[in-house]
């Protein structure tokens, strides 16, 4: 499929001004209700073109898919954002996947790259598109997998602990506890893996549950130690 023309918020505001612009010629009355904002004017157009006349619902509808490709294009930047965010801040990939309805980590990478490429193109860039940290990203990320490697027997077991104490999480916990147990089983060692454990962890720690244990109870002694030893990740909490 092609990809489709990109639209400016330049050209978007202008494709609004005529819609408000034919609507007032005719009379229309409910134009007081059109606003500036893309979304709210196609949901306009969608409630208030019964009876209008046919020019005017023709144009309406070109002007309507300019909105359209602006609001696709709006949403093609945000997705690459996020999904940069993401690689940034260490999410696992297969929970970003689960989120778009991708199964593999390689498909979260290949959306990236789509939306790198079609992000560059919308800005009249050659597309840049990240094949692995390099320079300072990459000595940073030894760092990172060195501290990982020197920590890795302290990071099961804190893992551990929260994965035996899931009966104690609330939904949202219990669900990135899943995710950990998975890991400890297929023996993850990764930036991502580590990171996961981080989430879990913390979602555990404010359960309402885990909140009303004493400060002695071995739980939050493990949940203490882990804070104490995350807390020298020279990746920090990114």
Do not use: C
């Not at 819609?19 to 157009?45: G, K």
């Not at 006349?53 to 997705?79: K, N, Y």
């Not at 993401?86 to 980590?105: F, Y």
């Not at 060692?189 to 359960?207: E, H, I, Y």
């Amino acid at each position: 499929m092609a990809i489709p023309p990109s639209v400016s918020a330049e050209q978007a505001d202008a494709a609004i001004e005529r819609i408000v612009e034919r609507r007032r010629r005719i009379d229309d009355p409910n134009a007081w209700r059109l606003s500036d904002a893309p979304m709210e004017v196609l949901d306009y157009l969608r409630k208030y073109s019964q009876g209008v006349p046919a020019w005017v619902r023709e144009a309406d509808v070109l002007d309507g898919l300019e909105l359209r490709l602006f609001l696709w294009w709006s949403g093609e930047t945000i997705e690459l954002w996020l999904l940069e965010q993401a690689e940034r801040l260490g999410v696992p990939p297969r929970l970003v996947g689960q989120r778009l309805g991708i199964r593999s980590r390689q498909g979260v990478h290949d959306r990236r790259r789509a939306s790198q490429e079609k992000v560059a193109r919308l800005r009249g860039q050659p597309a840049v598109v990240s094949t692995g940290a390099s320079g300072p990203d990459q000595r940073q990320r030894g760092v990172e997998l060195e501290w990982i490697a020197r920590h890795q027997a302290q990071i099961r077991s804190a893992a551990a602990v929260g994965v035996a104490h899931i009966h104690l999480a609330d939904e949202e916990a219990a669900d990135w506890l899943a995710e950990v147990g998975r890991d400890l089983r297929e023996g993850a060692s990764t930036p991502g893996a580590l990171q996961l454990v981080r989430f879990a962890l913390a979602a555990l720690s404010s359960s309402p549950e885990v909140r009303t244990l004493q400060d002695s109870h071995p739980l939050q002694e493990a949940l203490a130690r882990w804070s104490e030893l995350f807390s020298t990740y020279p990746g920090g909490a990114r």
